[in-house]
Nanobody, 122 residues
């Protein structure tokens, strides 16, 4: 059964860094593209970044390019989102999603985690 589980969120000062993890049980983790989305209260989920199933492609939303990186460890069934130079306005819940292809469209991902909150203090 595929079930992404996020971890690594928390409180950080503006300009600081956090590494979020997305882990999933099951042997099929390596078959899926994995994306990160963030969601503010009452708003839709917005694509942050993602990685293809074979790690050949990554994609990032423009505002995080150069600050966020992604990598995956299929042996550990885990994907990581390294966030640097964080800004207070990035204080939202971050969700991990798994799907058949790397895309910025949330509706094309099949499996979602519950999310991990990030708070960036000014």
């Amino acid at each position: 059964q595929v079930q992404p589980v996020e971890s690594g969120g928390g409180l950080v000062q503006a300009g600081g860094s956090l590494r979020l993890s997305c882990a999933s049980s099951g042997r099929t983790f390596s078959f899926y593209a994995v994306g990160w989305f963030r969601q503010a209260p009452g708003k839709e989920r917005v694509f942050v970044g993602g990685i293809s199933w074979d790690s050949r492609r990554t994609s990032f939303e423009d505002s995080v390019k150069g600050r966020f990186t992604i990598n995956r460890d299929d042996g550990e069934n885990t994907m990581y989102l390294q966030m640097t130079r964080l800004k207070p306005e990035e204080s939202v819940v971050y969700h991990c999603a798994m799907g058949g292809q790397l895309t910025q469209e949330a509706e094309k991902y099949d499996y979602w985690g519950q999310g991990t909150p990030v708070t960036v203090s000014s």
